[in-house]
């Protein structure tokens, strides 16, 4: 904001960024667990993240023989509500299929 003091009046005056800001980027990563059916983790990857089911059973494969796998990295906002529709399946078929979401710094 600028006062002008002669006039009593306020100007505002808006100020853009030199460049813009880009939006946040996220790694998500599926997580292994010897609890959830394979089928359910295939499933949920094709539900959720619309994987086709050969890459959701190679994503699942990986997970399996490490400690997670990269599922895909999207925008903040995608990644969080893809990551509330897992959330809602799990709850919907009783399982407990975790995920981790990794930010990029800017």
């Known amino acids: 904001m600028k006062l002008d003091r002669d006039n009593d009046t306020v100007e505002k005056v808006k100020h853009k960024p030199k460049f813009p800001i880009a939006p946040l980027k996220c790694e998500v ?3 292994n667990d010897d609890e959830t059916p394979t089928d359910y983790v ?15 059973m190679e994503i699942m ?14 925008w903040k ?3 969080y509500t893809r990551l509330s529709e897992v959330k809602r399946l799990n709850e919907e078929n009783g399982q407990t299929l975790q995920f981790k979401i990794v930010e990029h710094a800017r």
Request: no cysteine; proline share 0%.
């Open 29 to 31: 990563w599926v997580l």
């Open 42 to 56: 295939v499933f949920a990857l094709t539900t959720a993240f619309n994987k086709t089911e050969s890459e959701a």
């Open 61 to 74: 494969l990986e997970a399996n023989s490490s400690d997670g796998a990269l599922v895909g990295v999207y």
């Open 77 to 79: 906002d995608i990644a």
